[in-house]
């Protein structure tokens, strides 16, 4: 993962960094809720289950709750809260569509890391020479829109050349505020982002948990050791 928070896209962007944080639930639900109103149109989380979600990030302290909650508000492209979040869009239209079919997301904090999702995300900006009028600093000629831009807004991207004549990213300007301010944004996208971690890798959840307890557990066995001691030396002086 180090190795690929160095830099973007090659030109000189560099990553901004992101704290992931699997214990702030209320980040993590943000983020989920803005991953099935946003991305599930076209992309698919298709290893996580509707009812793994609601139990693993707890939108109510009853998992009957949860479960409720989740079959109410979040299962927009599926029937069943048993069902793997599948993309609403048939990845034969998308391929027609953007000439490309949106990859599954499930496993995308693994192979790209946190800092570069959270950099992607706000990193769209205009450009006339692409199909979709959008472009990333981070993902040269993406096929993907920019479909946040009315939160965060239209930016325009202004590069300069290095000593070897080669193009690098110089800034971002923006164009047309959106309705969210840059803060609220970035906030959502550290959100988007956290929950992308969570999704890689669900068990970490528990994993942290487990580690806890094992903690906990030694530090009790030491507490059991140390009387068990002065017992056994209590008699040798
Ligand atoms: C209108 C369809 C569409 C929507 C909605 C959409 N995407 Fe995409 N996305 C794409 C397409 C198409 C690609 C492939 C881009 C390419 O390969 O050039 C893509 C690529 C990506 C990638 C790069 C994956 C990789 O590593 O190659 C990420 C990350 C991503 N999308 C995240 C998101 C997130 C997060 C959302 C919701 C906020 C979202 N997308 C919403 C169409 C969409």
């Known amino acids: 993962m180090p190795v690929l928070s ?7 962007h560099k990553l901004d960094p992101v704290s992931i944080d699997l214990e702030d639930k209320v980040s ?6 803005i991953f099935v109103n ?17 139990k693993d990030l707890k939108f109510s302290d009853d998992p009957k709750e949860s479960e409720k909650f989740v079959a109410k508000n979040m299962l927009f492209a599926a029937d069943k809260i048993g069902d793997l979040m599948k993309a609403a869009m048939p990845i034969e239209d998308a391929k ?32 006339e020479k692409s199909p979709s009028g959008w472009n990333n600093t981070v993902f ?12 965060q807004g239209t930016q325009k991207a202004y590069f300069t050349k290095n000593e070897e004549g080669v193009k690098v990213f110089d800034r971002f300007e923006m164009i047309k505020s959106g309705t ?4 609220d944004f970035d906030k959502d996208m550290r959100d988007l982002t956290n929950f992308f971690v969570y999704l ?26 140390y009387f068990l ?9």
């Open 140 to 151: 040269e000629n993406v096929a993907m829109p920019h479909v946040l831009y009315e939160w």
């Open 229 to 237: 001691k002065k017992e056994y030396w209590k008699d040798v002086h």
């Open 180 to 183: 969210k301010s840059p803060q």
């Open 6 to 12: 160095v830099a973007g896209g090659g030109n000189g």
């Open 38 to 54: 946003y991305c599930l149109s076209c992309h698919s989380a298709a290893y996580m289950r509707y009812n793994r979600l609601a």
């Open 200 to 225: 890689g890798e669900p068990s970490q959840l528990k994993r942290q948990r487990v580690g806890w307890y094992v903690l906990l557990f030694l530090a009790l066995f030491l507490v059991v050791t």
């Open 96 to 127: 027609d569509w953007f000439g490309v079919a949106p990859p599954d997301l499930t496993l995308l904090a693994r192979y790209r890391g946190p800092d570069w999702i959270y950099t992607y995300l706000r990193s769209f900006y205009l450009d």
């Open 28 to 33: 993590l639900q943000r983020g989920a809720t």
